[in-house]
């Protein structure tokens, strides 16, 4: 079991082996260009900017190292690169093998030809392997499914709630995932498509959280020109916003306050109808401004008792949403707390990978800062919180 109280190792292990057949062309498919940049390129980006993760191994095809060379320049967190295997279940036990003496608490394994996937999809998976040792990211099946046999001839019906289309990140508990492949190597068993499927091989329960719709796997022509016109689409957002946000919350009895996501044990708590989190308060009105949509207020009255005590991450959220509805993305947030208590450096970086995760963007997209008013005013007398914010906005030009 994963010691939860420490803090985690992990790594992240991509899987770039495959020669991408079934596309066609003279270069695998991890290769070839979209958006002036490789999907490999954009796959180990991802993982590059996430604050969670501390390693990157790829593992690659015979004879692909300049290739590979090419898509991992820049990429700091790179350890290395390892030689696939004949099938996808060997090319992983390669890498996981090849991470033995580095021995992370957990391992993501991402195929190299999903590059959409986003930052709140690997948190996901982080925080579902600490939860459950073996996880993997599923969708429900909106098609009815039939099983056929050899002649073509329907045999089953499964009902189609109870399934789920897998995609990677596959996240695991490292010592257990390298234990199940390697028992299945030795069993003889090399036909396992995912990992999911071998970690349920060796009799380990699996669960499932929820996936993305937009975390394609590139497999075929067709995928790679969907690709391309979804990197076009968000190429064309040259509709350029920016809102700014303003929130102050009083002190009140209690014994922590929320910030931008987080809990911080303080001598005092902050007052509000919901949980008072000022930053995030900050943060949603900045993004309803800038793409003119009202105010906190408007969306999520305080006269409602329903928002009673919420957790402002619903309503940071929302917002997001709201901009994805209009075919737009968040380019860059970024929010100043006012206070002179608690003391908001030791927990700077932290707020930044909540806030990216629930805004789904690179934490290299939000700045957190913080400053006194030189004991001035209600902030300077110990009074309450303020906090202002900014958010750049890209929308489709209509």
Same mark, same amino acid.
């Given at each position: 079991?994963?010691?939860?109280?420490?803090?985690?190792?992990?790594?992240?292990?991509?899987?770039?082996?495959?020669?991408?057949?079934?596309?066609?062309?003279?270069?695998?498919?991890?290769?070839?260009?979209?958006?002036?940049?490789?999907?490999?390129?954009?796959?180990?980006?991802?993982?590059?900017?996430?604050?969670?993760?501390?390693?990157?191994?790829?593992?690659?095809?015979?004879?692909?190292?300049?290739?590979?060379?090419?898509?991992?320049?820049?990429?700091?967190?790179?350890?290395?690169?390892?030689?696939?295997?004949?099938?996808?279940?060997?090319?992983?036990?390669?890498?996981?093998?090849?991470?033995?003496?580095?021995?992370?608490?957990?391992?993501?394994?991402?195929?190299?030809?999903?590059?959409?996937?986003?930052?709140?999809?690997?948190?996901?998976?982080?925080?579902?392997?600490?939860?459950?040792?073996?996880?993997?990211?599923?969708?429900?099946?909106?098609?009815?499914?039939?099983?056929?046999?050899?002649?073509?001839?329907?045999?089953?019906?499964?009902?189609?709630?109870?399934?789920?289309?897998?995609?990677?990140?596959?996240?695991?508990?490292?010592?257990?995932?390298? =234990? +199940?492949?390697?028992?299945? $190597?030795? &069993?003889?068993?090399?036909?396992?498509?995912?990992? %999911? *499927?071998? !970690?349920?091989?060796?009799?380990?329960?699996?669960?499932?959280?929820?996936?993305?719709?937009?975390?394609?796997?590139?497999?075929?022509?067709?995928?790679?020109?969907?690709?391309?016109?979804?990197?076009?689409?968000?190429?064309?957002?040259?509709?350029?916003?920016?809102?700014?946000?303003?929130?102050?919350?009083?002190?009140?009895?209690?014994?922590?306050?929320?910030?931008?996501?987080?809990?911080?044990?303080?001598?005092?708590?902050?007052?509000?109808?919901?949980?008072?989190?000022?930053?995030?308060?900050?943060?949603?009105?900045?993004?309803?401004?800038?793409?003119?949509?009202?105010?906190?207020?408007?969306?999520?009255?305080?006269?409602?008792?329903?928002?009673?005590?919420? =957790? +402002?991450?619903?309503?940071? $959220?929302? &917002?997001?949403?709201?901009?994805?509805?209009?075919? %737009? *993305?968040? !380019?860059?947030?970024?929010?100043?707390?006012?206070?002179?208590?608690?003391?908001?450096?030791?927990?700077?970086?932290?707020?930044?990978?909540?806030?990216?995760?629930?805004?789904?963007?690179?934490?290299?997209?939000?700045?957190?800062?913080?400053?006194?008013?030189?004991?001035?005013?209600?902030?300077?007398?110990?009074?309450?919180?303020?906090?202002?914010?900014?958010?750049?906005?890209?929308?489709?030009?209509?």
């Amino acid at each position: 079991m994963i010691d939860v109280k420490a803090r985690l190792r992990v790594a992240a292990l991509i899987v770039a082996a495959g020669r991408g057949s079934r596309m066609g062309g003279p270069l695998p498919k991890q290769y070839r260009l979209l958006g002036g940049r490789s999907v490999l390129a954009r796959t180990l980006a991802l993982f590059e900017h996430h604050p969670a993760v501390d390693s990157i191994t790829v593992v690659i095809g015979p004879g692909d190292e300049s290739l590979f060379q090419a898509s991992a320049a820049g990429i700091s967190k790179l350890k290395g690169s390892v030689t696939g295997g004949s099938t996808r279940q060997a090319s992983c036990l390669a890498g996981l093998r090849a991470l033995e003496d580095e021995k992370p608490d957990i391992i993501l394994l991402h195929d190299a030809a999903r590059p959409f996937a986003t930052p709140d999809l690997l948190t996901r998976a982080i925080e579902a392997a600490r939860d459950h040792g073996a996880a993997v990211p599923g969708l429900a099946v909106t098609d009815t499914i039939k099983q056929i046999d050899a002649d073509g001839l329907v045999t089953a019906t499964p009902v189609r709630s109870s399934l789920r289309s897998v995609q990677t990140p596959q996240a695991f508990s490292f010592d257990a995932i390298l =234990a +199940s492949h390697l028992a299945a $190597a030795a &069993a003889g068993i090399d036909g396992l498509t995912d990992d %999911g *499927a071998v !970690a349920e091989w060796a009799g380990h329960p699996l669960f499932i959280f929820e996936g993305e719709t937009t975390n394609m796997k590139l497999t075929t022509e067709s995928d790679f020109q969907r690709a391309e016109q979804f990197v076009s689409d968000l190429a064309a957002l040259g509709d350029v916003r920016t809102g700014t946000g303003f929130d102050v919350h009083a002190f009140t009895d209690g014994d922590h306050v929320w910030l931008n996501g987080l809990k911080i044990p303080h001598e005092r708590a902050l007052k509000g109808h919901s949980d008072a989190d000022v930053g995030l308060h900050a943060l949603t009105d900045a993004i309803l401004g800038a793409i003119g949509d009202g105010d906190i207020g408007s969306h999520f009255p305080p006269s409602d008792p329903q928002w009673k005590g919420a =957790a +402002s991450d619903r309503f940071l $959220a929302h &917002a997001v949403s709201l901009v994805k509805e209009r075919g %737009g *993305a968040i !380019a860059h947030l970024d929010v100043t707390l006012l206070c002179e208590v608690p003391k908001i450096g030791p927990h700077r970086e932290a707020m930044r990978a909540r806030i990216a995760g629930i805004a789904g963007i690179p934490v290299d997209r939000v700045g957190v800062k913080a400053t006194t008013t030189e004991g001035l005013g209600f902030t300077g007398r110990r009074e309450g919180i303020a906090a202002m914010a900014s958010a750049t906005v890209r929308l489709p030009w209509h």
